[in-house]
């Protein structure tokens, strides 16, 4: 999956509990991002940061934090006010210039026990 | 919101025949993505066409861009079994890629 590592591949996140996921990267790219695709459906944008120490939120941040405080993870956190977790979720690092391109992670399916 | 849109949501094909699928969106991009999706795993990055480009190959892939009808097309021609899988358009809007809803191909051997 081209240097973007996500764990645990499989979460269960039992009511009131924050759950972290993690995103690393080892190739260098300045921009991170984070979607949440739900079953059939296209990808929706939580999360991105174009630098380190810097994140905006997309269209879906409610009940979801994030740090970057390095280059090489960007981690989120599925809070307790997310009531509807259940998803896939993928981090991605944004290559720029002339062969512009995201890498994908593998993904991480959190499911509520 | 969903910047681009795809059109249609599932194709079924059989196995040497010609795939395509279209992707509609709402404002000015700089450039279009395509990208593929195996079920259960991330996206992998098949093309990109910059908004000064018309059309672009890449093996057995063609991807045209109308700026102003604001849509695109992916064909994939001479489609294989193991092309069975989702495809979505990526555009920019503001420093940000926004996803559509993916077409699902499914490719019958």
């Keep these: ?113 | 919101s969903q910047q681009g849109e795809e059109d249609p949501q599932a194709l079924s094909i059989q196995e040497g025949e010609n795939a395509t699928m279209n992707c509609s969106y709402k404002t000015s991009i700089n450039n279009l993505q395509w990208y593929r999706q195996n079920s259960g795993r991330g996206l992998v990055h098949l093309i990109l066409i910059r908004s000064n480009e018309r059309e672009k190959h890449s093996g057995r892939l063609r991807v045209t861009l109308d700026t102003s009808k604001k849509s695109s097309s992916l064909l994939i021609t001479a489609s294989r079994a193991a092309d069975t899988a989702s495809y979505f358009c990526a555009t920019d809007a503001g420093g940000k890629l926004i996803f559509g809803q993916g077409t699902e191909l499914s490719v019958k051997p």
């Design chain 1, 1 to 113: 999956d081209g240097g973007i590592t996500q764990s645990p591949k499989y979460l269960f996140r039992k009511e009131g509990q924050n759950v972290t996921l993690s995103c690393e990267q080892n190739l260098n790219h300045d921009a991170m991002y984070w979607y949440r695709q739900d079953p059939g459906q296209g990808l929706r944008l939580i999360y991105y940061s174009q630098i380190v120490n810097d994140f905006q939120k997309g269209d879906i941040a409610e009940g979801y934090s994030v740090s970057r405080e390095k280059k090489e993870s960007f981690p989120l956190t599925v809070t307790s006010a997310q009531k509807n977790p259940t998803a896939f979720y993928l981090c991605a690092s944004h290559q720029t210039g002339t062969n512009e391109k995201l890498f994908f992670g593998s993904g991480t399916q959190l499911s509520v026990l």
